[in-house]
């Protein structure tokens, strides 16, 4: 089986795809940019749907459930997915670990509440099972051939020694690559 889980689209498929969707994806998103003048200026943001979660460990991706960042249902990619739980707010689920980061930076952006993050989970890439986000080593991976993310993705470890292990096979990867879950910004989320 292969990393997307059921599904297996075609990089050539998924391109096509994307293309064809991506003038509609803006207007599918829960946001709207404010003012030409000034883009950050009255910006409207509708509150996603938070889904009830203890924190204490990762649940099963709701089927329906759509990422804030992408739109996509993170329930059809349970080889990349990722989650994060707002303290006292309830869980938001993403299709990729670069939707997680984007939303991480800024969770008002994507309609998130203002309560801190309690506790997040990514698929990690060599285990495919939910890791702690918090404690996760992310390769900033800028070659999507080399695995099957739903778009682009960093690719996340649980345990750092198999990040370096990973970047140590690319001539263009180094272990200033490898980032933790602490050390991203806006600057690293936009990569993705």
Not at 118 to 146: K, Q
């Amino acid at each position: 089986m292969n990393r997307s889980g059921s599904r297996s689209l075609s990089r050539r498929t998924f391109v096509a795809v994307a293309s064809v969707g991506a003038g509609g994806l803006a207007g599918c998103l829960n946001r709207s940019e404010g003012t030409e003048e000034d883009p950050e200026d009255e910006r409207e943001t509708e509150p996603i749907e938070l889904v009830s979660h203890s924190g204490d460990e990762p649940m099963d991706t709701p089927e329906e459930y759509r990422c804030p960042v992408c739109n996509m249902q993170p329930a059809d990619w349970q080889n990349w997915n990722a989650q994060l739980v707002h303290e006292d707010d309830g869980a938001t689920f993403f299709d990729s670990a670069g939707c997680l980061l984007n939303y991480y930076v800024d969770p008002a952006y994507y309609g998130g509440p203002d309560s801190e993050i309690a506790g997040g989970w990514v698929t990690g890439f060599d285990t495919l099972d939910l890791i702690d986000a918090t404690e996760a080593s992310f390769v900033l991976e800028d070659n999507h051939d080399r695995n099957d993310a739903p778009m682009d993705s960093p690719v996340p470890f649980a345990e750092r020694a198999d990040a370096v292990a990973y970047v140590e096979k690319y001539d263009n990867l180094t272990e200033d690559d490898i980032v933790g879950f602490e050390d991203v910004d806006s600057d690293i989320a936009s990569i993705y």
